[in-house]
Nanobody, 114 residues
């Protein structure tokens, strides 16, 4: 069973930046690609960004131009660079492959507030 460990979250002011990291205990990103997801308070988990095994990226409209997904499938690592953060980005952020096939990790809390 592949384990996912997210890190890098925290409290940041609006307009600030954070870089999230995700480490997988096994090779899950090489075939199906990699993704970041988030769950805001009172809402369902939603897709934030995906990067396919061919390097094609896709983002939720709400984060386009502000967030960048990257990673190294060989090292089982995924990153999310988040710039120009807004209060509505406040959520617990999770990583998984693009099919959400692995068991979810604990996530990392991102709070955007002044």
């Amino acid at each position: 069973q592949v384990q996912l460990v997210e890190s890098g979250g925290g409290l940041v002011q609006p307009g600030g930046s954070l870089r999230l990291s995700c480490a997988a205990s096994g090779s899950i990103f090489g075939i199906y690609g990699m993704g970041w997801y988030r769950r805001a308070p009172g809402k369902q988990r939603e897709l934030v960004a995906i990067r396919t095994s061919r390097g094609i990226t896709n983002y939720a409209d709400s984060v386009k131009g502000r967030f960048t997904i990257s990673g190294d499938a060989a090292k089982n690592m995924v990153y999310l660079q988040m710039n120009s953060l807004k209060p509505e980005d406040t959520a617990v952020y999770y990583c998984n492959d693009a099919l959400q096939s692995a068991t979810w990790g604990q996530g990392t809390q991102v709070t955007v507030s002044s």
